[in-house]
């Protein structure tokens, strides 16, 4: 069974700029969960999407946003780019929302200039 | 607010024992899970508590005291290999998973 997937592994962009990143789960899986990883804070949470719906919201601004398609992919889209953007970005599918495991992709890491 | 709490690092000897520790206070609580991820990869689960006590995968437990908002990882017959950053992690009240800072373990020979 293949893993979590996410394109592009890496990023460029420079401030003001916009970019979508993309996440698709394991095959079955149902529920799409991204987070945000810095040095030395761990995994923020930013939003978790089940059948197409956005069902948990974490403490961002609206400049990031998200959605999920109807074969469970995902992306995520973060507007007018800041500094304190840059980033590892993961995803992490599980079978069910809520589920204990959640599989987690290798991430896209967004550099901001 | 939701935090968790954990030591940033951790150095044992391998061979050897150790106890990462993790205290949280979040609204609602619906377990406590530990992630292992190694630079530059990606997190990876290693276990799960829902209820008070110990449960053993292995080489690696992991404990939970509801009533004492507290939780650990026990990691034993250390390995090079286990040198990592863990991760726990707690399912709020609207299910989503908050997660602490990271240990980072270092194993050293």
């Known amino acids: 069974k293949a893993g979590v997937t996410q394109t592009p592994r890496y990023l460029i962009k420079t401030r003001g700029q916009q970019v979508t990143l993309s996440c698709s789960p394991i095959s079955g899986h149902r529920s799409v969960s991204w987070y945000q990883q810095t040095p030395g804070q761990g995994l923020q949470f930013l939003f978790e999407y089940f059948s197409e719906t956005q069902r948990n919201k974490g403490n961002f601004p609206g400049r990031f946003s998200g959605r999920q398609f109807s074969n469970s992919r995902s992306e995520m889209n973060v507007s007018t780019l800041e500094l304190g953007d840059s980033a590892l970005y993961l995803c992490?599918?599980?079978?069910?929302?809520?589920?204990?495991?959640?599989?987690f992709g290798p991430g896209t890491r967004l550099t901001v200039l | 607010g939701q935090s968790l709490e954990q030591p940033s690092e951790v150095t044992a000897v391998e061979g050897a024992i150790v106890q990462i520790n993790c205290t949280y206070q979040t609204s609602g609580f619906y377990g406590l899970s530990w992630y292992q991820q190694h630079d530059g990869g990606a997190p990876t689960f290693l276990s799960y508590n829902g209820l008070d006590g110990l449960e053993e995968t292995g080489r690696f437990s992991s404990f939970l005291s509801r009533s004492d908002s507290y939780g650990y990882l026990l990691l034993q017959e250390l390995q090079m290999k286990d040198s990592a950053s863990y991760f726990c992690?707690?399912?709020?009240?609207?299910?989503?998973?908050?997660f602490g800072s990271g240990t980072r373990l270092l194993v050293r020979p």
């Open positions: 992490a599918s599980s079978g069910l929302a809520g589920d204990n495991e959640q599989f």
């Open positions: 992690a707690v399912k709020d009240s609207s299910y989503k998973l908050i």
